[in-house]
């Protein structure tokens, strides 16, 4: 295959202990278009609108909202470039990887801290997509200093938490006419930064991947792809 094009979060998939080496191929062979994908817009809503309060708080305080401070000061936000800019070509592997954060902060000693919105409670299942987030906001970093971000001094992921108690006596303050009212709580997770150990190593297992002439083996414990024998076996039988 010629140039791949790969994003930096599903360049973290490969860091995930369930990683499937066949599942990937099929999808980079697919230019990553699977059948029966369907992801809900509502969360990167909340992103966007997570996004719209810390710039509108930040033009009207001039500072950031108090549940980052948790990551320390993090300075003043600056514009994150579009994904069709924030992006750089592997020499060594030819492999085009992009991205775009949702926040880049600068501080005030002149380093940018990256950081990711997650519409999620950080729950056990949350921990577990960890090492896939890890290598996400490292290749951000990674992506960042070739553009000019540099030098970078953090990474951090933002989980921004529904809140889904209510009791009788808070009802009035959620309800509207037209509706009601959620809150989000902001739970920080600052992570390891790391872009330049991490990243290429993943990088050319991409490559080494994607080059094989067919699929490789699939995950031995994966039921998804012993139902598709079965189901095979059955159209044969
Ligand atoms: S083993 Fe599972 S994860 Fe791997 S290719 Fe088959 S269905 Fe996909």
């Not at 000061?73 to 592997?93: A, W």
């Not at 990674?142 to 006596?169: A, C, E, K, N």
């Amino acid at each position: 295959m010629g140039q791949i094009r790969i994003s930096a979060k599903d360049l973290g998939g490969l860091a995930l202990p369930n990683f499937c080496p066949r599942c990937f191929w099929v999808r980079m062979h697919c230019a990553n278009k699977l059948p029966f994908q369907i992801f809900p817009g509502i969360f990167s809503s909340i992103d966007s609108y997570t996004k719209k309060i810390t710039s509108v708080h930040f033009a009207r305080y001039n500072r950031l909202p108090l549940w980052l401070s948790k990551l320390g000061n993090l300075g003043k936000p600056v514009k994150v470039p579009h994904y069709s800019q924030f992006r750089i070509v592997d020499q060594n592997t030819d492999i085009l990887l992009w991205g775009m954060p949702d926040e880049i902060f600068q501080r005030e000693d002149g380093s940018y801290f990256i950081i990711d919105y997650k519409t999620a409670k950080f729950t056990q299942t949350q921990d577990r997509l960890l090492p896939m987030y890890e290598v996400q906001l490292n290749g951000y970093a990674y992506i960042g200093r070739r553009q000019g971000f540099h030098p970078i001094s953090g990474i951090g992921l933002v989980y921004m938490q529904p809140q889904t108690d209510l009791t009788q006596d808070e009802l009035d303050l959620f309800l509207k006419e037209d509706g009601f009212l959620m809150s989000f709580a902001g739970h920080v997770l600052s992570l390891k930064l790391e872009a330049e150990q991490r990243i290429p190593p993943l990088l050319q297992k991409v490559r080494s991947i994607v080059d094989l002439a067919s699929p490789p083996p699939g995950n031995q414990d994966c039921s998804d792809c012993k139902l598709l024998d079965q189901l095979i076996q059955m159209m044969k039988g």
